[in-house]
T-cell receptor
Framework: GIQVEQSPPDLILQEGANSTLRCNFS?????LQWFHQNPWGQLINLFY???GTKQNGRLSATTVATERYSLLYISSSQTTDSGVYFC????????????FGSGTRLLVRP | NAGVMQNPRHLVRRRGQEARLRCSPV?????VYWYRQLPEEGLKFMVY????????ESGMPKERFSAEFPKEGPSILRIQQVVRGDSAAYFC???????????FGEGSRLTVL
């Protein structure tokens, strides 16, 4: 089945710094989602991005489907950005089955 | 608009008891999914339901687990005779179409003592 790999696995930033998180996937996909799981365990939708670039405030994401990767950019990071960032892609034969990466654990220090 | 609502947020059960987790999808969404997250892992698909129908339960253990989405009321994930290995966060998601964006609830965290 499709493999989803995220890097880096862990990241520590000083408040105000920028960062780039990467998601590689092993097969063609129809869409891709980025999520933020905050320290309380809540899973928050960030982007639904099959291709191209989207921006939402300090966050933006780019998916290059032909090269099988997506990037999540966090600018001017804040302590509330801490948590785990997951990317997920659907299986081709059953698009409701999202395959999640193992996540990037981000800690933003004040 | 309310998002996906799950309850309870936290549930503690002793081994052998039953756990019932409830999920109300986003208003207007007829596709409901349950995912499980074990500690330090990503979410894994369990079951996909539409009103009164189980579409795909291939990710759900064959024994002790069941799910329903009745004509009226929330979707229910039921775990009978819980064991310690069932301790996890159970997330419900809904979507307006079968291949659309999934919106997740806040999860229900089950702890089995």
């Amino acid at each position: 089945g499709i493999q989803v790999e995220q890097s880096p696995p862990d990241l520590i930033l000083q408040e105000g710094a920028n960062s780039t998180l990467r998601c590689n996937f092993s097969d063609s996909v129809n869409n891709l989602q980025w999520f933020h799981q905050n320290p309380w365990g809540q899973l928050i939708n960030l982007f639904y991005i099959p291709s191209g670039t989207k921006q939402n405030g300090r966050l933006s994401a780019t998916t290059v489907a032909t090269e099988r990767y997506s990037l999540l950019y966090i600018s001017s990071s804040q302590t509330t950005d801490s948590g785990v960032y997951f990317c997920a892609v659907p299986r081709m034969d059953s698009s409701y089955k999202l395959i999640f990466g193992s996540g990037t654990r981000l800690l933003v220090r004040p | 608009n309310a998002g996906v609502m799950q309850n309870p947020r936290h549930l503690v059960r002793r081994r052998g008891q039953e756990a019932r987790l409830r999920c109300s999808p986003v208003k207007g969404h007829s596709h409901v999914y349950w995912y499980r997250q074990l500690p330090e892992e990503g979410l894994k698909f369990m079951v996909y339901l539409q009103k009164e129908n189980i579409i795909d339960e291939s990710g759900m253990p064959k024994e002790r687990f069941s799910a329903e989405f009745p004509k009226e009321g929330p979707s229910i994930l039921r775990i009978q005779q819980v064991v310690r290995g069932d301790s996890a966060a159970y997330f419900c998601a809904s979507s307006p179409t079968a291949d659309g964006e999934l919106f997740f609830g806040e999860g229900s965290r089950l702890t089995v003592l």
